[in-house]
């Protein structure tokens, strides 16, 4: 029996009532206190229901992660531990070498280092509650820390995505506009650039990670994933989730295509001057202080686009986690190597810093 069909026998009791009341009008005050008492027990009845019901949403979620025997857990432990120092590493080192060294203070090199500070942020995110779960039996995360993760995992995402935009910018202005390039990417217009991809990234993040957290979230609390992530959370909604989807859908949308636009018109203004240069080695001079910049837009937007632009028909959790390994923990790892290796001037600065302090380790000795 429904909620309506009780209310409707009710009423019809209480006009019986009420008309055994007319003809006995002693019998109003006792007709009159039974209906209040009915309307109380039902709803003390139908608050008792609704605290069941919250009591059966999710407070945590297991994160399963990589699932497989010991033997082989103990191997992605070690290796992934290998890996997440030598990124926070290598990320500090190219931070330290863009501060002290003064050759270095320029937009590109300004540009690098702040993606080379929210690297070592992002693969901190994920990784270091990963290492965790292969450490702990419970490899559960509390709704609160599901939430945090999201956040700051999308902000770093969103600011990364605006930050490479940034510098395809900054590449195009040097190429295309060389004469103006000194007035168009000033230290002032820099700030408010970087300040921008960073202030962009995590309000969009606030916004998509407020709309999930209103979901109510019930039954199975199993997150087939090794962090927290937007697919999986809203799979295992059980309430409406097309506002939250919607959000989620326009704003990647913003965040993925317009970013990509600005990269890819600079990227055809580039190879258009480029052309346009008529001896061929400085033709190779020009592009090759882009090939750092384009590899790591080819490698991070083709596994971000595969995992956030594609039909929600298309699906794989494995495949999901194999490609989230890319952007998430490879792509942070590299960034610093393909810098260095296809950048002259900060491999021949690191082999001086690393000469020199080698040198000089060896002069004190000699003096001692």
Known sequence: MNENQISRDEDNFSNRQYECAEIDPKNFETVTKKRKRRRNIKFQVFKLIMIQENDTHIHEFI?????????????????LLIVYLLTVLENIVI????????YFHKPM????????????????VTVLKLLVNFLVKSK????????????????????ECILLAVMAYDRYAAICNPLCYPVIMNHRICMQLAMGSWLLGFTTSLLKVFFISQLSFCGRNVINHFYCDISPLLNLSCTKRFVAEMVDFVFAL?????????IIISYMCIINTILCIPMAQNRMKA????VS???LVIIFFSATLFMYARPRSIHSLDLNKLVSIIYTIITPMLNPFIYCLRNQEVKDTLWKVLFGMGAVSRVSGSNQ
Do not use: K
Not at 95 to 102: G, V
Not at 109 to 124: E, K, N, Q, R, T
Not at 254 to 262: C, E, H, T, Y
Not at 287 to 290: G, K, R
């Open 95 to 102: 931070i330290t070498l863009i501060r002290r060294n003064h």
């Open 287 to 290: 592009f090759s202080t882009c």
């Open 254 to 262: 913003l965040i993925l295509l317009m970013p990509l636009s600005v």
């Open 63 to 79: 994160l399963l992660g990589f699932s497989t025997i010991i033997e082989l857990q103990a191997l992605l432990f070690v290796i």
């Open 109 to 124: 090199y300004f540009f690098l280092g702040h993606l080379s500070f929210l690297d070592a942020w992002y693969i901190s």
């Open 140 to 159: 559960s995360i509390s709704f609160t820390g599901c939430m945090a993760q999201l956040y700051f995992f999308i902000a770093l995402v969103c600011t």
């Open 293 to 295: 910049h384009l590899t």
